[in-house]
Structure formats: C-alpha cells, structure tokens
C-alpha cells in the first residue's frame, strides 16, 4: 500500500521560507516522476514543480527561482523548499506520485 504524508506547512509573512517534505512508504521516490501541486481555496489544482526519476527538476514560472525541489533517496523524501513566500502561494500543496497523492498540508502567507 503506497502512503504520502506531507509536512512542513504553516503560516508565514511574505518574503518568508518554508520546506515542505513527503516521504512515501510502498513506492521508491528514485523510480518514479514526484510531483507537488496545491490548491487555492475556489481554484483548480495546479502543478508547481516535479522531479523526474532521473532527478530532473521542472518548476511552473511563478515560482522559478523561488522553489527549488530536491530528493533525499536514503530518507525516501521528497521536498519543496519556497523562498521569498508571496500571499498569492497560500494553498493546500499536495504530494504525487501518479496515482497517489497525499493528505496535503496547508501553506499560508500573509501580506
């Protein structure tokens, strides 16, 4: 049974950091695309960044430069480090690893 619990959310001001982990049980993160999306109250689930099963990062354009995602294959976790917060990066994140997602964890930045 494949697992993804996600960490690391909170409440910060903008211009703030936080790192986000997943870590998986029943799956190898290092064989498989990992991807975080969040969701915005009211708003479509969207992708923000990916690492393939190579390591190869990929990131949507409003937070390049700002996230960086990174693999730990030893801890078998996956994380999302944002620099520079702005309010408009407030949502839930989610971890993926087609099909599995996790139970996300909530990013709030206040202006």
Known sequence: Q???VESGGGLVQAGGSL???CTAS???FS???VGWYRQAPDKQREWVASLTSSGVPNYRDSVKGRFTISRDNAKNTVYLQMNSLKPE???VYYCN???HWG???QVTVSS
């Open 97 to 99: 690893t087609q099909p």
């Open 19 to 21: 790192r986000l982990s």
């Open 26 to 28: 029943g799956i190898i």
């Open 2 to 4: 494949v697992q993804l």
């Open 89 to 91: 990066d407030t949502a």
């Open 31 to 33: 064989a498989n695309y």
């Open 103 to 105: 139970q996300g964890t």
